[in-house]
């Protein structure tokens, strides 16, 4: 599991979950700005998992796993940013440089 925005390897075949501090509480959630190259990795799925305690207000995560498709490099950026505010930048952000070995 992948925490930090950086470099990420994965090899052909393979997953790895980028997670995301999130707190859709908010109205903000990560989306993905920058689609990756579609022939170096995709993306198998997008979920938000709550926090431990049930706490009213309390933040998650978002997990994101990857799968690697063909040898190659790929960047996958994303926005923390409220659907519905279009024109405002977002919050954060984080990109991830995946290498598919």
Known sequence: MVTEPGP???GVGERVTLELRSNPTTGYSWELTVAPDSA???IVSD???PP???IPGAGGSQRIV???VEAGTAALEFGYRRPWETDAPPAETAAFDVTVS
């Open 8 to 10: 990420v390897t994965v």
């Open 66 to 68: 990857v799968e690697g």
């Open 40 to 42: 170096v990795v995709r």
């Open 47 to 49: 979920d938000y998992v």
């Open 52 to 54: 431990a305690l049930p």
